[in-house]
């Protein structure tokens, strides 16, 4: 904007430079040509009245940029103007160089300079010369603000055109989701921003394809372990009782766990939702915890608030329950939440009081296969997808799934679904 309004800008000032260059132009040649005819006849004129006359005469000699004084010059300097030796010279010849000619510089800023001569009964005449421009229309300056800002405005137009399709395609790569499709960008606009369009809707087209691949060869090796997984456990389980057996149980039972949660995710990336049912998230998230409570885990209900909204529940007690087992697991107990934010969006915490998580590793926890150190135990059990899959499922849901450190200790894993999820 400011490139293409300062070329104008300067375009314009140029054009009125050399429009004040052609008007000085112009009064200088007309003035050269009034003073050529003008100066024999008034001094002529002059020469012919009485003394007493002439003085009553000067004003109606005088032109805009000279006059006629009846006295001698006043002191001054050399003439150092070309133009003012330009204009001396005019008048001697315009005289027929009849007279003797006593040119002085009187003053620089603003220019003027005296031509004294002496009429033929001896008393002097001056020529006071002021050479200036034709002065400008009231009008003028306004005319020129206006064009300035009709520039300005054209300017502004013409980059909010070209930059418009800039800014949805920069708005569309950072929507660029492998999880959440988004709609292709128009392909319309300048032809590199219609040509750069197409290249990343082509690019999106092809994560998309390669993250669906991915999700079924996943699906795929995980549904065709089950089998042998479970021909494996028959086996262990006729075995001998006795330590060899438990560990090689536990590490079946381990394998088993791993191989359904990679099915639950390969699903979670293209679960089918259907139409969404208004519910109330109050009564909805005390039936969680009530489940868990008749299980006899430690999960408490905090604060909560009536709030309604149409969603898709087996998706959403999805999400919870993995949030909540995440909390069981590393704190060994949780409580829920329920909140209304200021704009209209609801929260559903839940807190727990564990060891937390680094906040350099808060983002990298909700990636697949991501575990802390302190969870790689047998003793855990853990397969780092349970996190990968809520946030999976929330986004899904046109939701966030957010974590961050309590004060205290503990960990605070927060979904945030919008006002018309």
Known sequence: MLLLAGGLLLAHALSFGLLLHERDLATRGMMLSGMEQDVPLSVALLERLSPAERQAWLPRLERRTYRYLMRPAQPGTALDSERARQVTGLVDNALGHHYALRPRAVSAIPERYEIELTLA??????????????????WLPWVLALQVL?????????????????????????????????????????????????A????????????????????????????????????????EEGPTQSRLLDDVTQLGQLVREGVTYARSAHVALGPAVRVDLQS???????????????????????????????????????????????????????????????RIEVLDRGPGIPADALAAVLQPFHRLEPSRGRESGGTGLGLAIAQQLAQALGGELQLGNREGGGLCAVLVLPAGA
Do not use: K
């Not at 790569?173 to 960008?185: N, T, Y």
């Not at 691949?213 to 065709?224: G, N, T, V, W, Y």
């Open 150 to 198: 009709l520039l300005i405005a054209c300017a502004w137009v013409a980059v909010r055109a070209v930059t418009r399709p800039l800014a949805r395609l920069a708005d569309a790569a950072r929507r660029l989701d492998p999880a959440r499709p988004s709609p292709p960008l128009p392909q319309d606009g300048p032809r590199e921003v219609a040509q750069a369009a197409g």
């Open 121 to 138: 009964d001896g008393q002097p005449l001056t020529i006071e010369v002021t050479p200036s421009l034709l002065p400008l229309a009231r």
């Open 200 to 239: 990343l809707n082509a690019l999106q087209a092809r994560i998309a394809t390669h993250v669906t691949e991915r999700m079924q060869i996943l699906a795929a090796i995980s549904h065709d372990l089950q089998t042998p997984i479970t021909r494996l456990r028959l086996r262990v389980e006729s075995m």
């Open 284 to 346: 909805f998230l005390g039936s969680v915890v009530d489940d868990y409570q008749d299980m006899g885990r430690a999960v408490q209900m905090g604060h909560t608030e009536a709030v309604a909204l149409p969603t898709h529940p087996q998706v959403l007690r999805r999400v919870v329950q993995n949030l909540v087992d995440n909390a069981l697991a590393y704190a060994g107990s949780a409580e829920a939440a329920l909140h209304r934010q200021a704009d209209g969006h609801v």
